[in-house]
């Protein structure tokens, strides 16, 4: 290759369900609106799974394609109408991975600017590849859809997990009284974000609604598990409570919901990729989790097991084992 062509190393997945090889691609050119990010950490969500074994219709990534919706690393080129970043900036963001759009399990990404915010300085690069999807699909929920308020009664399912997790510190943050289902083996971590853990596989619906709110509800449900929980998140609101789900994509019965004069929202975090709709919201979202991690109320969570580009399919065994303890994050560049 001449030098008029620059090539980077990427994670390549051809075929479904298909291993991930590494090859040599050309590295791409920011064009309008764009930076190239070099990237230093790319965070695996339980959604890559899914998108890389075929399984996510509401996600298609045509292969043979680079994966990876998170990432960190330091701005190396900005294109042209970019304001805001400029050469040497660390950046975070969700950015890629679906839609046709390059992921981060490569050297370097052209990144639409408006999806990326700055690193705040108190996370390092793994870190801060852990927050993106996560937090926004937690914000998208608490914040925009059921405008969670001081000394609300919230409940977070499954709370140990990516969204969950981020959903506990921001309903904290925001004043609200936060309760989480987890396994018993989670209470601790629960517990060390301020809220109430309850044993979900001990405890009936009935019997936390009643122990935590006295038989009246919840004024908000989190839903991060889809399913049976999301069933159950309908019995769980007090009257006129929301429910907020990030998987909400089976066929339920509504009368529960109903009879208790309840609003429902799902929560699509991909939607601004995949159509270029709403964009800049998502950096704005990620610029309120460098607000929260600057003043102490957000912190990240990332499993200690290190993978680098030639280790991927390891690192997506991990994620698919459920044995992780946080993100599961791969090292590019440099990244300690």
């Known amino acids: ?19 991930f090889v590494l090859e040599e691609i050309p590295r ?37 394609a680079v994966l990876g919706i998170d990432l960190a690393g330091v701005v190396e080129a900005v294109g042209a ?29 052209v990144v639409d600017a408006s999806l990326l915010a700055h690193k705040p300085a108190a996370l390092d690069m793994r870190e801060a590849a852990s927050i993106p999807l996560a937090f926004i699909t937690a914000w998208e929920g ?15 399912h499954g709370g140990a997990g990516g969204v969950g997790y981020m959903s506990i510190q921001i309903a904290r943050a925001m004043g609200a009284q936060v309760y989480s289902t987890v396994s018993a083996a989670d209470f601790d971590l629960i517990k060390d974000r301020g809220a109430t853990p309850i ?9 936390y609604v009643d122990t935590h709110t006295g038989g009246r509800g919840f004024d908000l449900v989190v ?11 309908f019995k769980a609101i007090a009257r006129f409570g929301h429910v907020v789900s990030a998987l909400g994509w089976g066929t339920h019965a509504l009368a529960p919901l109903s009879f208790r004069g309840g609003t429902y929202s799902g929560v699509f975090t991909l939607l601004p990729l995949l159509t270029g709709e709403g964009r800049a919201h998502h950096g704005h979202i990620l610029r309120e989790a460098a607000r929260l991690v600057d003043t102490g109320k957000l912190v990240a969570r990332v499993d200690a097991t290190p993978f680098g580009l030639a280790t991927v399919g390891d690192a997506y065994q991990h994620v698919g084992s459920a044995k992780n303890a946080g993100k599961v994050v791969v090292n590019l560049f440099g990244a300690k």
């Not at 230093?40 to 996600?59: M, T, Y």
């Not at 001990?202 to 019997?207: D, I, L, N």
């Not at 598990?225 to 998140?233: H, I, P, Q, R, T």
């Open 81 to 109: 109408d970019v304001s805001g970043f400029a050469q040497g900036d660390e950046v975070f963001g969700m950015t890629g991975g679906v839609g046709g759009i390059q992921g981060s399990l490569a050297q370097y990404a």
């Open 223 to 233: 839903d991060t598990v889809g399913g049976e929980v999301l069933d159950a998140s």
């Open 1 to 19: 290759m001449s030098n008029h062509h620059p090539t980077m190393q990427a994670a390549v997945v051809e075929t479904v369900e298909g291993p």
């Open 142 to 156: 608490l914040v925009d859809r059921a405008r969670v308020a001081k000394d609300m009664h919230v409940l977070v």
């Open 199 to 207: 044993d979900r596989h001990k405890e009936s619906v009935e019997a």
């Open 28 to 64: 791409p050119v920011p064009g309008k609106g764009e930076v190239l990010v070099r990237v230093h950490a790319s965070g695996i969500n339980p959604l890559d799974l899914k998108i890389r074994a075929g399984k996510a219709d509401h996600a298609r990534h045509s292969l043979p």
